[in-house]
């Protein structure tokens, strides 16, 4: 996957300002999706420092899972568990279903897979973000675009 600038939320001069997403939708969407479909909205959390991404908390089919969507770009995914730089990506595929006409999902497999230097070279990561890189040290894909970065 090649990371676009601003992925990370950070950057050093408004020239490179990543795009901000629309939370009325995201949050509409998930109301929506989730109700129709018999389950309910738990919570649901704006990105605030040191996050940058939308989560709502949703309860489907008996069971809770998270709905994650990057504050920049329109990345998004599922997570059973969301605790402080530690997300546990998993597969829905049926919310995928729904939520794929509107953002570009992005799987767990390809979310927890290792990100290396090579990768850097391919991403379009402004000069802030790749402070960020060597100073946080993300072992995964998932870690960059689903950060917890101050």
């Known amino acids: 996957m090649k990371l676009?600038?601003?992925v990370t939320g950070f950057y050093n001069s408004e020239a490179n300002k990543p795009p901000n997403i629309?939370?009325?939708q995201f949050k509409q969407l998930c109301f929506d999706i989730v109700s129709c479909n018999g389950g309910?909205?738990?919570?649901?959390n704006t990105p605030q420092s040191p996050?940058?991404?939308?989560?709502a908390q949703v309860e489907v089919s008996g069971?809770?899972?998270?709905?994650?969507?990057n504050a920049h770009y329109p990345?998004?995914?599922?997570?059973?568990?969301?605790?402080l730089?530690?997300?546990?990506f998993i597969e829905n595929p049926f919310l995928y279903e729904q939520f794929a006409p509107f953002y570009q999902i992005i799987g767990a497999v390809e979310l927890n897979s290792s990100f290396n230097q090579?990768?850097?070279k391919k991403a379009d990561l402004n000069s802030a973000e790749l402070e960020q890189l060597a100073y946080w040290k993300p072992e995964t894909v998932g870690q960059i675009i689903f950060n917890y970065w101050d």
């Open 40 to 44: 309910k909205v738990l919570g649901f």
């Open 4 to 6: 676009p600038n601003g």
């Open 118 to 120: 090579s990768m850097v």
């Open 51 to 55: 996050a940058n991404f939308y989560y």
């Open 85 to 88: 730089g530690d997300i546990n």
């Open 75 to 83: 990345y998004l995914t599922f997570a059973s568990a969301i605790e």
């Open 63 to 69: 069971n809770s899972l998270y709905i994650l969507l």
């Open 22 to 24: 629309e939370e009325k």
